[in-house]
C-alpha cells in the first residue's frame, strides 16, 4: 500500500495533468494542502518535494510553489524543457556549452524576439546528451534582458529553465515550434558522433512569457536515431509527442505520462 504522501503526489499530479492548476499557477499553501487530504504539513512537504524532482512544479525559498509542467507536457501542445522530458521518463540529461558570445541581433534574431536589428543578444552553442549519449545541439539565440541572467549560469548546468525559475521566478509559458529535417554539417557531425549528411531533426522554436514576451528562438537538431516526433489524432486534441528513438539502449515514449 501506497504511504499518504506518495497518495497525495499522485494526486496533485492528477490535477496538473487535468489543468486544475495550469502552468505558471500557483499550488495552494501546505496548511490548505494539510487540511484538505487531513494529514500534517510534513506529510505535504513530501508530496511536494517529489513533484519538485520531477519538474512538475519549482520550489523557491519564501515562495509558494508555482507549476511548470505536467506530465502531458511530453506533448509539444504544452512546453516543458529537454532536462524536465528526460528527468519525468527516469533518464539523466546534460547540456555542456560549446560557445556562447554577445552578439548583434540579426535581422531574424529581432523578428523573431521582438527587438531591433543590432541589440546585443547572446548566442549560446550548446550539446544536450541523454543517458551520457550526445543527442541533441541547440543553437539558441537570448533576448537582451535576460542574457545577463543566462551568462551567470555554469555551462554544464542540466536545465537553463530550472535555473531561470529558481533565480529569478521566470517560467516559460508559452512556445511555438517548426519542425523539418536537415542533413548534418561538418560541425553538427562532430558534435553528435555522426557521419556528415546524415538525417537531423530540427525544431525551431520560439519562447515567451506568460505576457508573451520573447525569452529565446533556438534551432535544436536531434539526432534522428535517437529522437523521434509522433502525432497522436483525436476530435478534441492533436498533440506532437516527443519520443527517444531506436538508437537508444532502451528506447521509450515521451508521451507516456
Not at 495550469?22 to 513530501?46: H, K
Not at 501542445?77 to 521518463?89: D, G, P, T, Y
Not at 535544436?220 to 527517444?244: E, M, T
Request: proline share 4%; glycine share 8%; with cysteine.
Amino acid at each position: 500500500m501506497a504511504a499518504r504522501h506518495e497518495e497525495i503526489a499522485e494526486e496533485l499530479r492528477r490535477a496538473i495533468d487535468d489543468e486544475e492548476y495550469t502552468v505558471g499557477a500557483l499550488l495552494p499553501p501546505e496548511t490548505e494542502l494539510a487540511a484538505r487530504y487531513g494529514v500534517s504539513r510534513g506529510t505535504v512537504r513530501q508530496a511536494v518535494a517529489a513533484l519538485t524532482v520531477e519538474g512538475l512544479i519549482g520550489s523557491r525559498q519564501g515562495a509558494r510553489r508555482v507549476v511548470l509542467a505536467s506530465r502531458r507536457s511530453q506533448s509539444f501542445a504544452e512546453l516543458r524543457s529537454f532536462a524536465q522530458w528526460a528527468r519525468a521518463m527516469g533518464r539523466a540529461a546534460s547540456g555542456t556549452v560549446v560557445r556562447a558570445e554577445t552578439r548583434p541581433a540579426t535581422a531574424e534574431d529581432a523578428t523573431r524576439l521582438h527587438l531591433r536589428t543590432g541589440t546585443d543578444v547572446l548566442y549560446v552553442l550548446r550539446v544536450r546528451g541523454l543517458d551520457g549519449e550526445c543527442v541533441l545541439v541547440e543553437r539558441t539565440v537570448y533576448a537582451d534582458w535576460i542574457a545577463p541572467a543566462v551568462l551567470r549560469i555554469e555551462p554544464d548546468c542540466e536545465s537553463v529553465t530550472q535555473r531561470l525559475y529558481d533565480d529569478m521566478g521566470l517560467v516559460f509559458a508559452y512556445g511555438e515550434h517548426l519542425i523539418d529535417a536537415v542533413s548534418a554539417g561538418t560541425r553538427d557531425s562532430a558534435l553528435l558522433g555522426v557521419r556528415r549528411g546524415s538525417p537531423l531533426l530540427r525544431v525551431r522554436r520560439v519562447t515567451t512569457t506568460q505576457k508573451g514576451r520573447p525569452v529565446e528562438w533556438s534551432d535544436d537538431r536531434y539526432r534522428s536515431d535517437a529522437v523521434n516526433f509522433s502525432i497522436h489524432n483525436s476530435i478534441g486534441s492533436n498533440p506532437l509527442a516527443r519520443q527517444a528513438g531506436p538508437g537508444l539502449r532502451e528506447p521509450f515514449a515521451a508521451r507516456s505520462g
